[in-house]
């Protein structure tokens, strides 16, 4: 028992400390400050988050595994990590007007999107089966509480169970598949699996263990089949949550599939490389054949949200290196286009109130151009037109998986992504063709700030990929 | 040996059964009365593994705490659950096909393999002999110093829980008259009494 005296390194493990410390003391200002209190909450809770991706991530956390390798701080978890900081400081943002506007301005929430981003950092730091298993249901506890925060809305609601009845579906699922795979390699740990994986090779009852384990973690990236809650939950839930659910959660645990997949089960890399395609193909297929109907533009996102998150998956079908560094790509770009996307949505407000179908947007060409002009770009860069950023997040995942040799999802992959251009092209063609409706109220500040970052990324990418490519690319190297 | 295997399949069976009631049952105070007696044979199945603190946390928890909180509400809330239930049976052919594939799939892939008895030994923390140790010492052993980050880890989860049932249900009424200690003690007679004059034959 000598060795257990030790304290263990907290070093890694110091950006979550500070967050979930923070995370009290905001409860503690909550509470005792009274209803007056959520806008300094609100404040404070973007001040930690900035603290803990600008200082306490670079500075204070050192690289390396700590807790007996349950928990690692790798270069792949680094530039995740800042990416999940990035989209939860600005969904606090871009919720500020919108809960003023609506009353619901709780203290909670702030503290609540906080929990969850510990919860994304330690899904992105997992070592083993049971950090991932805490940090899923940290993040996920979280995001269902903010799905029905809006408690007297009966869409809210109805998008909070749904939400929470299907994500417990899930969660038994994956702890089974789980159990299996522990019984049949007989460890937790990702190393030491893929260890006596590679000795031993897959039995069937590993294979069994790994298809509920994949289904459990495609869930929660909400991919087919396993995508039904994602529509019903993205237009039930208020707009500034449904702003934060498509971003860095989808971030998070695409991020914990890859680390799993790869880590933990890279030496039977042809069993459950069978499945991400199948989802992958799924995915694309769903993405860009059921958003055509759709009128509301929060569904809309929905199913592209989907489709966006199969043409990610075809780069870690590819399971190769550079098949990771493209997925890391996409998920930073689809971030930046996300955001973007949702501070426009969250400017679709009238006079009587805030409005969310794709009509509303009739004529804003007329109305107010520069943001139909800047919408307009983040709608081709969805539907991955060049030069914009989206053209190049679909090339690096599909020229990882044409090097991998697999032509066909590839070629699917380029067609489906022409089907699902029609319908971003809608949008644009309603917004600069038709009869212009009645303006939308003055965008506020941060919606404007944030519309101009993602725009910056969307744009600039092309000429300056540098720093994504590069971080993605030693981060995918960590990996290997 | 043939009495542990008795016992076992005494244990299994009354857990399986009571589970299937807990789902079939019209009264829901017997869904939850069937959830207590499977809890109380699934601690019999603890006690036969030589884990007995959580053969009795199973008990204390689940059946003293968790199960009458269960009891408690469903006694409290005025759910028709006959009419929950009316699409029960129409879902139930192609559930039970959806269950019987998965559970043949199952037996097909996992029934052929059976536990080493040496294994158990492999764990990540493989269980010390009951004459060294009991199980409670063994479990505090590693819980505040090996596995101190999942302990703390999962109480985060509870505080998220625990936010979130106050959040969702938590109303604070207007008209509610609260109990305020301070005003009774600060009341004196020249604050709670009013002395009016009455005329006879019309009251107040």
């Known amino acids: 028992m000598s060795e257990m005296t030790h304290l263990p390194d907290l070093m890694p493990v110091l950006p979550e400390l500070f967050l979930a410390v923070g995370a009290m003391v905001l409860l503690m200002i909550g509470v005792f400050g009274g209803p007056r209190s959520s806008a300094p909450v609100n404040g404070i809770a973007m001040g930690l988050i900035a603290v803990a991706a600008l200082f306490v991530l670079p ?11 349950s ?12 990416l999940v900081l990035v989209g939860s400081f600005f969904a606090i943002a871009m919720s500020w007007a919108y809960a003023k506007s609506q009353s619901f301005d709780k203290f909670e929430y702030p503290v609540l999107i906080v929990l969850a981003t510990i919860g994304m950092m330690l899904m992105l730091s997992a070592g083993d089966m049971i950090t991932l298993y805490l940090g899923l249901e940290l993040q996920s506890l979280a995001l269902y509480v903010v799905a029905a925060i809006n408690r007297d809305s009966v869409r809210s609601t109805e998008a909070g169970l749904k939400y929470f009845v299907l994500g417990a579906l899930s969660s038994g699922m994956l702890l089974y598949g789980m159990s299996l795979v522990y019984g049949f390699t007989g460890h937790i740990g990702f190393n030491a699996i893929s260890e006596a994986l590679s000795h031993e090779g897959a039995s069937i009852g590993l294979v069994i263990g790994l298809t509920f384990m994949l289904a459990g973690l495609c869930f929660k990236i909400s991919v087919v089949p396993f995508h039904m809650w994602t529509p019903d939950v993205y237009e039930g839930a208020p707009t500034p949550v449904t702003a934060f659910l498509a971003a860095a959660p989808k971030v998070a645990a695409m991020g914990l599939l890859v680390r799993v997949v790869i880590e933990g089960f890279q030496p039977v890399t042809h069993d459950w490389q069978q499945v991400i395609v199948f989802v992958a193909l799924a995915s694309m297929a769903l993405g860009a054949f059921a958003a055509i109907g759709q009128t509301n533009i929060k569904r809309l996102i929905a ?23 493209g997925v890391i790509v996409y998920m930073a770009l689809y971030l930046a286009m996300t955001l973007g996307v949702f501070a426009c949505i969250l400017s679709m407000r009238r006079k009587t109130g805030m409005v969310e179908e794709i009509t509303d947007l009739s004529g804003l060409s007329r109305t107010n151009l520069p943001m139909a002009v800047l919408l307009a770009i983040l709608m081709w860069s969805l539907a991955g037109i060049p030069p914009f950023a989206g053209f190049f997040a679909k090339w690096y995942v599909f020229s990882a998986a044409v090097e991998a040799g697999l032509y066909p999802l590839a070629v699917i992959g380029v067609v489906l992504s022409v089907v699902g251009a029609y319908y971003y092209l809608r949008v644009i063609k309603v917004m600069f063709f038709d009869e212009p409706a009645e303006a939308f109220e003055k965008m506020p500040v941060e919606l404007r700030v944030v519309l101009g970052l993602s725009s910056l990324v969307v744009i600039f990418f092309a000429l300056m990929p540098g720093p994504i490519v590069q971080g993605a690319a030693t981060a995918a190297g960590a990996l290997f | 040996m043939i009495l542990n295997a008795l016992f076992f399949y005494l244990f299994a069976g009354v857990t399986v059964a009571s589970a299937f009631m807990v789902i079939a049952s019209r009264n829901p105070v017997h869904s939850v009365l069937f959830l207590i007696l499977a809890f109380c044979n699934s601690a019999g199945l603890f006690v036969m593994l030589g ?24 006694m409290m809330l005025d759910v028709d659950f006959v009419e929950l239930r009316q699409g029960f049976l129409q879902y139930l052919p192609i559930g039970a096909l959806v269950g019987i594939i998965l559970l043949v ?19 990540a923390e493989p269980m010390p002999a009951l004459t060294e140790m009991s199980n409670i010492e063994a479990i505090g052993n590693v819980l505040y110093t090996k596995y101190i980050f999942f302990f703390q880890v999962a ?38 009494i009013e002395v009016r004059k009455v005329e006879s034959g019309k009251g107040i």
């Open chain 2, 105 to 123: 799939e199952l037996l097909m892939g996992l029934g052929a393999w059976v536990i080493a008895p040496d294994v158990l030994n492999h764990g």
């Open chain 2, 51 to 74: 884990a007995e603190y959580l053969a009795m946390l199973l008990v204390v928890v689940y059946v003293g705490a968790v199960a009458v909180l269960f009891l408690f509400v469903v």
């Open chain 1, 303 to 325: 199913y592209s949200s989907i489709g966006h998150m199969g043409y990610a998956l075809v780069g870690l079908a590819a399971g190769t290196e550079k098949g990771v560094e």
């Open chain 1, 71 to 82: 928990f690692v701080l790798d270069e792949y978890a680094y530039f995740l990590k800042l």
């Open chain 2, 155 to 192: 109480g985060l989860v509870l505080l998220v829980a625990m936010i979130g049932a106050i959040v969702l249900t938590l109303r604070h009424k207007e008209f509610v008259k609260r109990q305020s200690i301070a005003a009774q003690v600060a009341r004196n007679p020249s604050t709670s």
């Open chain 1, 59 to 69: 500075f204070g956390a050192k690289l390396g595994e700590t807790f007996g390798g």
